[in-house]
T-cell receptor, first 115, second 116 residues
Framework: AQTVTQSQPEMSVQEAETVTLSCTYD???????LFWYKQPPSRQMILVIR??????QNATENRFSVNFQKAAKSFSLKISDSQLGDTAMYFC????????????FGTGTRLTIIP | DVKVTQSSRYLVKRTGEKVFLECVQD?????MFWYRQDPGLGLRLIYF???????EKGDIPEGYSVSREKKERFSLILESASTNQTSMYLC???????????????FGPGTRLTVT
């Protein structure tokens, strides 16, 4: 079974700074999908960024980028020029390319952006 | 925009009651999921369904059942609610076999259930 580990329960950073959230995972598969989801306070979970394991290029979405290290099974999220609206719980998630399409989530990192 | 709605944002029930949580999606998604979210544990999958009347157990199905009579609706049932089922419940949906950008799960706003 796959596992996803987020070792930073809480983080805080000053507005406009850059912050990196860590995620490691364990799988024996070669093809899979990785996601970062954001859950703002009292609001719906939304997808931030996704990465397909067969793609070597790191995904980027505006101020959000990932550092995908397949051999190390590491998938960190970098937020550049952080904004107050980035304050949220962030979850890393794994989806197998085989069998059912469930997501396996990490325990989350609560990120606070300080004005 | 994809919309996933859940019947209640907050719910308070008594121990032993039968509880129904409803989820509706409007994107014609085949997959639907029920997760529970607890502090320090992240999201854990309870049940999922990839078609009408089809269901599969997730990681923590004990004490729960589900029903999917129509493609757009997926219900989570607590047959006899217990205090350890106090939690946030999140519904999600996605395309079956989605890839290349179509693999995203869309989440509802959640139902915070308290069992007293």
């Amino acid at each position: 079974a796959q596992t996803v580990t987020q070792s930073q329960p809480e983080m805080s950073v000053q507005e406009a700074e850059t912050v990196t959230l860590s995620c490691t995972y364990d799988t024996s598969e070669n093809n899979y999908y990785l996601f970062w989801y954001k859950q703002p306070p009292s609001r719906q979970m939304i997808l931030v960024i996704r990465q397909e394991a067969y793609k070597q290029q790191n995904a980027t979405e505006n101020r959000f980028s990932v550092n995908f290290q397949k051999a190390a099974k590491s998938f960190s999220l970098k937020i550049s020029d952080s904004q107050l609206g980035d304050t949220a719980m962030y979850f890393c998630a794994f989806r197998s390319n085989f069998g059912n399409e469930k997501l396996t989530f990490g325990t989350g990192t609560r990120l606070t952006i300080i004005p | 925009d994809v919309k996933v709605t859940q019947s209640s944002r907050y719910l308070v029930k008594r121990t032993g009651e039968k509880v129904f949580l409803e989820c509706v999606q409007d994107m014609d998604h085949e997959n639907m999921f029920w997760y529970r979210q607890d502090p320090g544990l992240g999201l854990r999958l309870i049940y999922f369904s990839y078609d009408v009347k089809m269901k599969e157990k997730g990681d923590i199905p004990e004490g729960y059942s589900v029903s999917r009579e129509k493609k757009e609706r997926f219900s989570l049932i607590l047959e006899s609610a217990s205090t350890n089922q106090t939690s946030m419940y999140l519904c999600a949906s996605s395309f079956l076999g989605g890839s290349g950008g179509f693999d995203e799960q869309y989440f509802g706003p959640g139902t915070r259930l308290t069992v007293t």
